[in-house]
């Protein structure tokens, strides 16, 4: 343990946190640096626990992700590009498509928003940790592991070849004999896991870890979108993961869930995977939605218009998204009654939405748009958003979807949905929050040229994916014949695609080029409202020298914005600095309630994470004693990990605090 | 050959010539893209479905015009020169949100009633279906039976529905081994077929024709072709065809024909079968009338002569990974189980 006792701490459970200030070059600012920084090499590298590094892993790992998937598309799309095509073979083009879209799926949709996620919310919550530091490096790990375990049977030809929502009993044994699908099935019991530790991090760093003074009406809307997310995840997450586990169980240990010939039930399964599958989608586009919700204003020089509105629709999206998973199920003989009502709530889920995109169109009319490269890829968002939007209510009509479904109309709708949604914020907010991760603007030129050739390319490639599915081509077809009239269609898409990957190019040039020579940033380069831009350019390890008050939603706007008497206070603050501390706040009005201390630098994170995968290694290759070994391993990481340690009892601050009213 | 209706292109000409049987007028459009269910349909399950796309591609199209201009002009409005230091307040501007999203309330409630009474008129026939159908979906063919209350005159085909012309027809839909979706667009929308349940589904043909179908649910390797054709035909052309294919083989086993049919019993009678004789294999088509159906291999090749010597010898090439292995035979066996093949008319 790197933490034994470094501290002598005060063990009286009333201390009083000292108010105080601890400009850049103090003595306290240095004292706070050296609690809070790794260790040096690759001992800091495998133990740290800063959700600054992790974010960044996050959208590093999800981002290589992204570029594999992006690459098995490509080879389909040149497969695709004319008919009667012989580049792959047919169970190459499956194991293709399926792993396509498991990475785009699991490994870097979701992933990629709790990069952001994970890097902004301590400084947009104005604290200096997530509420459970270990917990957050776990996820990475377990993340990172599960997404290799996914990918290693892929080199030997043996992928998962059935599809994402891998259908029964096309993914039992009789039908599918090799690892592939065991593969698949582990990977995602294992992806689970990591997914539901974070989501549970994030909901309690919301409830526990903002600023005094910021109250729950004061958060960013990404806030609101991954706590939505979050929240989502857990109800859903075990869905699938028990799922994959019975599916698991069917293959190895001999039930018969669902086994047609024993008395199973295929739709079972297609119940389970889409009671998860569609809040899934949500939980991939409300953070991104939000990351547009709180960039888009700055850029517009003014607030977002109808906070309330956008927060309250984000989580009536979600608890619609709950009763909406039987849409893709329309064509499996469900009575008609049935299917018009998920038809019609499916219908109505865009009604949220409209919210979002009604706000975001006064946002700019109302303000003053600065054409920087952030602003143009959130205004082409709004475009992608409502053509998929649209693409969508169609799918809704439950006649119309029963010749939709399963087409290439849906691969537009997914992917204007998917890419529309999610890849084009999350580029616009790497372009917007770069100098924060490392203190350098992203160069503009590049990233114009990046925007349009990605806007154009993506339009060219996916939009006559519509025209291909109106035609009847179905999905996951790996040649189709000359007459059937989809030739032109497929080579226009393959056209586009690659426009779109050379865009992405351009983005990936721009970002090598401008972490060397880009122009040092400021701390608010932008001049944006909200508390990330605060701190120093990159964020200091500590986050906040001091632990802000906040007094209203635009704590770097209240000067010009004049809403009210209160003021933040962001230089004076609780000083917190007896080992790694920040506060703890009440759910609602965020009143200071407790001084946590937070845990340091540990590796047990690490190996807790490297020993479950290989306890999954074990179950794969079915090895008992392996599996046994490893899981013995894990356990015990896990007792050092959870050992009591004296220098983290929780001491209650004794201050009355008003609330909106700054101290100092 | 009747392919004379002005309407064939060249590959209609090219697949009507080839075809068995030659009198069915093939619906033109068919032609250029067969499965364009969003311009083309044939008949009362699908007519509705396709009035309710245009309907929505129309309004949602004007709607999407009417919103990206709001956005352009969000963007590109003149605006008084402000100091630009200054930021509005947060207040303005929720008459937007208000009304944009009245609005979206109010054209979202209309399409949903539209949706619903459009799912009505497609979920059942307007009269009680002339014709019960059983098509069973395995990897990668279609087995289709027509029923009888007389067992003497079901009869078991593939890959080729044939039905009467303005009759609602019940397609029950089962499938032996994963899920397939049985899918003829022009005639009406997908429904899967999952092992262990029977699905229903409709369908009416208004106009003679032959409608192109294809399995939408991913099903292995050879998802992309299973294919299956709809031949509607008028009610007398129908009662003779089904009369045809009640009976059984009738072949006079003399000469090549023997040798050839000795070779069926041996390599293919494990799978296939031929009404009438011993070969009563269930894991394939049924080919007692091969020689009338104008498809192969699940509607990959013609069925002429030649196609089916390649798919005989040459079944993992043309179709890799499918059941049908590729038979390794002699010249002279091959020409034989031709010349017994050719029989089965």
């Known amino acids: 343990m790197t933490d034994a006792d470094q501290n002598t701490p005060d063990l009286s459970l009333n201390r009083i946190p000292e108010i105080g200030s601890a400009p850049a070059g103090s003595a306290a600012e240095a004292r706070l640096a050296e609690l809070w920084e790794s260790a040096p090499g690759w001992r800091g590298w495998l133990s740290t626990v800063d959700h600054k590094t992790i974010g960044i892993r996050y959208l590093v790992t999800a981002f290589i992700f992204l570029l594999l998937g992006g690459v098995e598309a490509l080879v389909m799309r040149v497969q695709l590009a004319r008919p009667d095509q012989t580049l792959l073979t047919p169970e190459q083009y499956n194991q293709l498509f399926t792993m396509h879209g498991i990475t785009m799926i699991f490994l870097y949709s979701l992933p990629v928003l709790s990069g952001f996620s994970n890097y902004l919310w301590p400084l947009m919550l104005g604290s200096r940790d997530m509420a459970f530091p270990r917990l957050n490096a776990l996820s990475y790990w377990i993340f990172l592991f599960a997404g290799i375990f996914l990918y290693a049977s892929f080199p030997l030809g043996e992928a998962p070849n059935a599809g994402w929502f891998n259908y029964v009993p096309f993914t039992e044994l009789h039908y599918n004999t090799g690892p592939n699908i065991d593969v698949y099935a582990l990977g995602m019991v294992l992806l689970g896991i990591s997914t539901t530790v974070g989501s549970i991090n994030f909901i309690v760093t919301l409830f526990r870890m903002r600023a005094p003074g910021m109250s729950i009406g004061r958060v960013p809307i990404l806030v609101w979108g991954t706590l939505t997310a979050s929240v989502a995840n857990v109800f859903a997450v075990p869905s699938v993961s028990l799922a994959f586990f019975m599916l698991w169980l069917d293959r190895q240990m001999g039930t018969h869930f669902f086994d047609v010939l024993n008395g199973g039930k295929p739709l079972l399964w297609q119940h389970l995977f889409w009671m998860f599958g569609h809040p899934w989608v949500y939980a991939v586009v409300l953070p991104a939605m939000g990351i547009v919700s709180d960039a888009l204003p700055t850029f517009c020089r003014r607030p977002l218009v109808g906070y309330s509105a956008v927060a309250l629709s984000t989580m009536a999206t979600m608890l619609l998204g709950f009763g909406v998973w039987i849409h893709h199920m329309f064509a499996t003989g469900l009575p008609p009654l049935a299917l018009s009502f998920f038809g019609a709530t499916s219908m109505v889920i865009s009604i949220p939405s409209g919210v979002a995109v009604f706000a975001w169109i006064a946002t700019i009319w109302l303000g003053r748009p600065m054409f920087n490269t952030p602003f143009l890829f959130f205004a082409g968002f709004v475009v992608l958003f409502v053509i998929g939007g649209f693409s969508g209510v169609m799918v809704a009509a439950v006649p119309l979807d029963l010749q939709l479904n399963e087409t290439y109309f849906i691969v537009a709708h997914l992917h204007y949905v998917l890419l529309g949604i999610n890849v084009f914020p999350v580029v616009g907010g790497i372009y917007y929050w770069f100098p924060k991760f490392f203190g350098r603007m992203m160069n503009e030129t590049l990233g114009k040229w990046s925007f349009w050739v990605m806007f154009i390319g993506f339009n060219l490639g996916f939009f006559p994916m519509h025209v291909a599915g109106l035609l009847g081509m179905p999905r996951r077809i790996y040649t189709y014949a000359p007459h059937m009239g989809w030739s032109f269609v497929n080579m226009v898409t393959t056209i586009g695609s690659f426009l779109f990957a050379a865009g992405i190019l351009i983005f990936l040039v721009n970002i090598v080029v401008s972490l060397r020579r880009g122009a040092t940033a400021a701390a608010n380069p932008w001049d944006a409202p909200t508390l990330e831009w605060a701190v120093a350019s990159p964020a200091p390890v500590y986050n906040f020298a001091v632990i802000p008050f906040i007094a209203s939603r635009h704590p770097l706007w209240e000067d010009r914005l004049d809403e009210g008497a209160g003021r933040s206070s962001l230089e004076q603050g609780y000083l917190l600095m007896e080992g790694r501390e920040t506060i703890g706040t009440t759910p609602l009005d965020a009143l200071p309630d407790v001084i946590l201390k937070m845990p340091d630098d540990s590796y047990t994170p690490f190996f807790v994470g490297l020993f479950s995968a290989l306890a999954f290694v074990g179950l794969l290759l079915h090895s008992r004693d392996f599996t046994v070994l490893m899981a013995l391993a894990c356990s015990l990481s896990l007792m050092v990990w959870l050992w009591p340690r004296k220098n983290l009892i929780q001491r209650v601050p004794d201050v009355e605090y008003d609330k909106g009213v700054a101290h100092g | ?345």
């Open chain 2, 1 to 345: 050959m009747n392919c004379s209706t002005t309407r064939c292109s060249l590959k209609g000409k090219l697949l009507c010539g080839l075809a068995a049987t030659p009198t069915l007028a093939v619906s033109a459009e068919n032609r250029i893209a067969p499965l364009n269910y969003f311009l083309h349909s044939y008949g009362p399950a699908s007519m509705p479905t396709m009035h309710l796309g245009w309907v929505f591609t129309g309004l949602l199209t004007v709607i999407f015009i009417i919103i990206v201009l709001l956005l352009v002009k969000a963007i590109f409005h003149k605006r008084s020169i402000e100091d630009s230091y200054s930021i509005e307040g947060e207040e303005q501007g929720m008459s937007w949100i208000y009304i944009g999203t009245g609005i979206t309330a109010c054209i979202l409630f209309a399409m949903t009633v539209y949706m619903l009474l459009t799912l009505n008129r497609v979920a059942k026939p307007a009269h009680a279906p002339a014709l019960t159908l059983t098509v069973t979906g395995y990897d990668w063919w279609w087995k289709v039976e027509y029923e009888d209350d007389d067992p003497s005159r079901r009869f078991i085909t593939a890959n080729e529905i044939h039905i009467p012309v303005g009759q609602p027809v019940l397609l029950k839909l089962k499938s032996v081994d994963v899920i397939h979706a049985f899918w003829v667009p022009v005639l009406a929308g997908k429904t899967q077929m999952i092992p262990g349940l029977t699905n229903q589904q409709w369908i009416e043909a208004d106009a003679e024709g032959i409608y192109l179908g294809q399995c939408t649910q991913y099903c292995g390797v050879q998802h992309a072709h299973m294919g299956l054709e709809v031949v509607a035909q008028s009610e007398a052309e129908f009662a003779a065809w089904q009369n045809a294919q009640r009976k059984k083989a009738a072949t006079i086993l003399t000469g090549d024909i023997d040798a050839g049919w000795k070779i069926f019993l041996e390599q293919c009678a494990g799978c296939h079968a031929v009404r009438g004789t011993e070969a009563n294999g269930i894991h394939g088509p049924d080919l007692t009338h091969l020689n009338s159906r104008r498809l192969l291999a699940g509607g990959l090749l013609t069925n002429t002569p030649d196609n089916l010597e390649r798919w005989i010898t040459h079944a993992q090439e043309l179709k890799p990974g499918a059941r049908m292995p590729s038979m390794v035979l002699t010249t002279a066996e091959m020409s034989a189980l031709s010349a017994f093949l050719s029989t089965l008319n």
